[in-house]
């Protein structure tokens, strides 16, 4: 199986923190950039059409900040052009600030069956602070349009002058409105962005802080049966998200829109991240491709371990084998003997003990030398 990725670029306003490609000034170009993105699919689905996908996760982006007849149209192209799974997961990112019952409507009919729900922080001066168009109302309001659906909520940490309080707080108001899935993840405050000036004159928590926030959030979702199965996500049981599984598992995935990434056959390319030059291309029956290289076996062997050892699924030897014909203990010899003291052996698999996945960065580095 293998997970089709759909980038929608627009936004009403750019949060401080992000570094995603978004156009919050271009909205009127919507229109143009979906008839495009309707023509980049049927070129996809020409090429790949001996494939079955079984997930398709709309990204972005405010994916719900363009008309929601634009996301049906996307939808009805996809089935159109692509082989479904059965019963595919189909999740669309939300930012509560910008949802109605209409949308959420529409959203349904073209088979969305998972919402990704934009929540951050219940703390209303720190939504603010990272220039969010919402506030806590608006997700309780969102929330209440996705009773007995299937959502999940973003958790962030690292806030400027965030608390333990505050995240309770935030993990309270996330669970406690019916999230099935929570991803709690540590700010990045990344060159570039308006937040990095306050990381620069030392206003974020340290690593040492985050490192506390996160430890004591996961007691408290592990405490409302919401379990830890990757580094920054948390779910019931059976509701992880099958599309970001698929990453973790190095599956194939096919990027569709500006600055969308794939990985199909061996090989990862990467659209333009230029809008104009996206619509361009497209428009002249050219894949919008600007980077592009298969994959070298040192690389997928490396690239196995990393994502394997980011989960609490760890790293199937078995598994290793069968696709590289090799042992990935004698192949990382020399990393495994210096990160042995972190890994915990469960049969055929091996995986980063709890106390430490949260550092896991740090562990994997030794395998990239």
């Known amino acids: ?127 603010e602070e990272l220039g969010r168009i919402h506030n806590v109302r608006d997700y309780l309001y969102c929330v209440s349009l996705l009773k007995g659906e299937n959502f999940s909520a973003d958790v962030m940490l690292g806030l400027k002058g965030q608390t333990k309080e505050d995240v309770r707080k935030t993990i309270e108001i996330a669970a406690g409105s019916g999230a099935k899935h929570i991803s709690m993840y540590a700010l990045t405050p990344e060159d570039g962005t308006p937040i990095y000036t306050d990381y620069l004159n030392g206003e974020l928590p340290d690593g040492d802080e985050v490192a506390g926030l996160y430890e004591y959030g996961r007691g408290l979702l592990a405490g409302k049966g919401s379990l830890r199965y990757e580094v920054s996500n948390f779910a019931k049981k059976g509701y ?83 696709s590289f014909g090799s042992d990935w203990k004698e192949d990382f010899a020399e990393s495994y003997k210096k990160t042995a003291q972190y890994l915990l052996e469960e049969g055929d698999v091996t995986r980063i003990k709890d106390e430490y996945l949260y550092v896991q960065n740090s562990i994997l580095a030794e395998y990239m030398k």
Request: positive net charge; charged residues 25%.
């Open 240 to 322: 992880e998200s099958r599309h970001n599984l698929n990453y973790w598992k190095r599956g194939e995935y096919i990027g569709l829109g500006v600055s969308a990434s794939s990985f199909m056959r061996g090989k990862r390319f990467t659209n333009t991240f230029d809008l104009d030059e996206y619509m361009k291309c497209v428009i002249s029956g050219f894949p919008p491709v600007i980077e592009s290289e298969t994959v070298s076996e040192g690389d997928a062997k490396f690239e196995f371990i990393m994502l394997g050892l980011r989960t609490v699924y760890g790293v199937s030897s078995a598994e290793y084998k069968k």
């Open 1 to 127: 199986m293998a997970g089709i990725y759909v980038h929608i670029p627009f936004c009403r306003h750019k949060c401080t923190y992000c570094d995603f490609t978004s156009f919050p000034n271009r909205l009127n170009f919507a229109e143009s950039y979906m008839a495009c993105l309707y023509k980049e699919t049927e070129m996809r689905g020409k090429e790949l059409s001996d494939l079955v996908f079984d997930t398709v996760y709309f990204g972005g982006g405010t994916p719900s900040v363009v008309e929601p007849q634009y996301i049906y149209g996307a939808m009805k192209q996809i089935k159109k052009c692509f082989r479904l799974a059965a019963r595919p997961e189909i999740t669309i990112e939300m930012n509560p600030g910008t949802v109605s019952e209409n949308k959420i409507a529409t959203y349904k009919r073209a088979g969305v069956n998972r919402f990704s729900v934009g929540l951050q922080t219940a703390i209303d001066a720190q939504l």
